[in-house]
């Protein structure tokens, strides 16, 4: 008899020896649990559960991550990035531009012709202190390079000209103005663009 009550009370000691850490409270958790108390909702309204900061994690240095194949950083094809992998060339702007436009894409910088492919036009220069006549516009223009071009002279496509006869006259099909439908007073001289 007396050797099971020694049995239990060594069960029963060794038990709470086990559960002491968890019933003692540190000092740090005490204040913890009274702030969580003291910001608590009034009675009546549920208490919403105690939200805990994420815990720090060191990040990894490079080396010790494993090498991963490549993989391509959009499957979108309006994405540049669908089409550079790192370690490529830099694309010129008409390759970006051509790739837009096999893709469907005419927006953005796919709403442009690749350079080159529409060439700047020649025609009569016009001074910035000359004052244009109805129907007539300067047209300014740029090199593939984005330098500027001293602007020629056209016609406005919006106004429709008439021979001293009243007869409409047949403009040219890219409005360019040529020497012999020049405005009065205008001098007569050419912007030449340069072939690279």
């Known amino acids: ?43 009546g309204l549920p208490a919403a559960a105690p939200q805990r900061a994420p815990r720090a994690v060191a990040p990894r240095p490079v080396e010790d991550l494993p090498e991963e194949p490549y ?27 051509e790739a837009l436009h096999h893709a469907g894409i005419r927006t953005g910088i796919g709403a ?19 004052e244009l006549p109805e129907g007539y516009v300067r047209h300014y223009q740029s090199t593939d390079e984005g330098e500027a071009i001293e602007p020629i002279l056209m016609f406005s496509p919006d106004y429709d000209f008439f021979d001293s006869l009243g007869e409409p006259i047949a403009l040219p099909e890219n409005l360019v103005v040529p020497p012999e439908l020049a405005p009065p007073g205008l001098p007569l001289r050419q912007v030449r663009i340069p072939n690279d």
Not at 18 to 28: F, S
Not at 71 to 91: K, M, N, Q
Not at 116 to 128: I, N, Q, Y
Request: hydrophobic residues 45%; glycine residues 8%; aromatic residues 6%.
């Open 71 to 97: 993989e391509l950083p959009s499957l979108d094809p309006g994405d540049i990035a669908y089409y550079i992998r790192p370690g490529d060339p830099e694309p010129t702007a008409a390759e970006l531009i």
């Open 1 to 43: 008899m007396l050797s099971a009550g020694l049995a239990i009370a060594a069960v029963v000691g060794i038990t709470g020896w086990l559960l002491l850490p968890g019933l003692v409270q540190a000092p740090d958790a005490v204040a913890e649990e009274q702030a969580e108390a003291s910001a608590a909702p009034p009675s």
């Open 112 to 130: 442009f012709n690749p350079p080159g492919t529409r060439p700047a036009l020649e025609g009569l220069a016009v001074p910035e202190d000359y």
